[in-house]
């Protein structure tokens, strides 16, 4: 399966969990990779790590000026991008019932999982348009489709992303430009430090369930779904630990 070998992919959120793994399996299956995120000082560690394959680059999904700007920020050997991966997304201020929290931490859990992934999007499909073949890889979440009490905000984002990538595959099919969502059920990242910026509860959050999968798995599941012919789709890929 040697047809990702010198493909460009763009990974966003690649400072930490599954973008980061994502972005050093892609760079052991051939792909050269834009490690994309907020924090530029963990990033240029990941990108010495993984050598000539991987390049750095600042970038915050909600600002649209910086994503505006992305390719003229980028050597002109790294601007054909091939693949997307939209892995951008927090629940900063989550679990808990929709009246306790905020408005504005509702809307920052929205501008991130949604427009975010929306804005870079918009900006990246347009060279897939221009060259009739590309590859966008949503990280939904298992939330996308299936609901729960005190994740309001954050289900409704990842339900969104679901409808999106579907609408989106729909709008590309037959033009060589292809549309993969992936639904991880619960990762162990730092994504709940994030959400509560607490590591002791964030790691009782994670033992309390009996299984969680790894970056590791999820960034395996995105290669496999690159990896197929091109006349293959994997459409929705809901991956869950075999406890759950």
Sequence with gaps: MGHLDGKIALVTGASAGIGKQTSRILVDAGVRVICAARRLPP???LAAELGDAAIALELDVCDAASVHSLDSRLPDQWRGIDILINNAGHDAGGRRPFHQGSIDEWSAILETNVMGLVRVTHKVVETMVSR???????IGSIAGIQPYA????????KHAVHGFSESLRLDYAGTGIRVTEILPGLV???FAMTRWNDDVKAAAFYDQTEQCLSPEDIAETVVFA???PPHVVLSQMVVLPSSG
């Design 132 to 138: 009739s073949r590309g590859h966008i890889v949503n």
């Design 43 to 45: 990033l240029e560690t």
């Design 188 to 190: 162990r990242t730092d």
């Design 226 to 228: 690159l990896e197929q």
């Design 150 to 157: 005190t994740g309001t905000i954050y289900s409704g984002s």
